[in-house]
């Protein structure tokens, strides 16, 4: 049996697998480690496919796929420094007693360049971002209804302490807001036979 849907791709928990996030349910979905009939192996976290999912065995194959938008994600765990917005928005969200906070972020110029979130750690969100339990997606799709559907730079980071989350999402791909993050945190950006 052959399904036809729209996916985000994850993070690959292992080698050979691909952990791809059904756009339809919000349930991560793990691949089969062999046996794809599309080149998996060129996908990057973050991409948003279509793709053809084979379930003639309990762990699918991808039948086929093609990119429909060449977004990606980063992850980092255990960062240093905190750059200053993000500080600034987790100390208001601890004042006001919230678990969570918000800001757009703006390069020298004062122009929009991002959107940031800070979530408390509960010793499982920043791993549920990563594995597609808590959803990146919600995030983006509020992201793309203000300012149009394109490729972006989503960076999910956990800072040394431990106590909350960022999800950066940098409004242009390869732009400056996010090279400044990939060369912070280093997280160099990978090729893309797809893209």
């Known amino acids: 049996m052959t399904d036809d849907g729209r996916y985000r791709v994850l993070a690959v928990p292992e080698a050979g697998t691909v952990r791809l996030l059904d756009l339809e349910t919000y349930e991560p979905i793990v691949t089969a480690g062999e046996g794809h009939d599309a080149p998996v192996e060129d996908l990057r976290p973050g991409y948003l496919v279509d793709a053809s999912l084979d379930w003639s065995n309990p762990e699918p194959t991808v039948a ?12 980092a765990d255990g960062i240093e420094p905190v750059f200053d917005v993000a500080a600034d928005a987790w100390d208001e969200a601890r004042a006001a007693g919230d678990s969570m906070n918000s800001r ?20 499982t969100t920043f791993e549920s971002f990563r594995d597609g339990t808590r959803p990146l997606e ?11 559907s394109a490729p972006r730079e989503v960076f999910v980071l956990r800072p040394a302490g431990g106590e ?3 999800v950066t999402i940098a409004l242009r791909k ?5 090279e400044t993050l990939r060369d912070t945190y280093d997280r160099p950006a990978p090729s893309e036979p797809l893209a």
């Open 64 to 75: 086929a796929l093609s990119v429909r938008r060449p977004t990606r994600y980063a992850f």
């Open 138 to 148: 919600p995030l983006i799709e509020k992201v793309n209804d203000s300012e149009g």
């Open 174 to 178: 390869d732009g400056q807001f996010a």
């Open 104 to 123: 757009v972020t703006r390069n020298t110029d004062s122009e929009v360049n991002g959107v940031l979130y800070v979530f408390a750690e509960d010793g």
């Open 164 to 166: 909350f989350v960022i």
